[in-house]
Nanobody, 124 residues
Framework: QVQLVESGGGLVQAGGSLRLSCAASGRTFSSLSMGWFRQVPGKEREFVGAINWSAGITYYTDSVKGRFTVSRDNAKNTFYLQMNSLKAEDTAVYYC?????????????????WGQGTQVTVSS
């Protein structure tokens, strides 16, 4: 079992930055692929970015490429999402997720564990 706890959400003006953190416990963190998803009311959960455990390759949805960066610190069992140049449309609840696999990480169904989510609100 893996427990995931997100932090770092909040209110920020458009053009600003936030860094989300996801603290993991319960299983060897380095053997997990990690992903960030986001969701707004009435819409499906959307893939944001991910990093696989085997090669450290990162993946992003097109709308955040060049603005968001995922990273991990295996020594701290923590996964990050650095968000720059934030836009109003980035407003959502952001979820951290962990997968025992390393492929198709853009699919929510690939993930075995989920955090509780953290709200990000970008004011325009």
């Amino acid at each position: 079992q893996v427990q995931l706890v997100e932090s770092g959400g909040g209110l920020v003006q458009a053009g600003g930055s936030l860094r989300l953190s996801c603290a993991a416990s319960g299983r060897t963190f380095s053997s997990l692929s990690m992903g960030w998803f986001r969701q707004v009311p009435g819409k499906e959960r959307e893939f944001v970015g991910a990093i696989n455990w085997s090669a450290g390759i990162t993946y992003y949805t097109d709308s955040v490429k060049g603005r968001f960066t995922v990273s991990r610190d295996n020594a701290k069992n923590t996964f990050y999402l650095q968000m720059n140049s934030l836009k109003a449309e980035d407003t959502a609840v952001y979820y951290c997720a962990a997968s025992r696999g390393s492929s198709a990480l853009f699919r929510a169904s690939r993930y075995d564990y989920w955090g509780q989510g953290t709200q990000v609100t970008v004011s325009s």
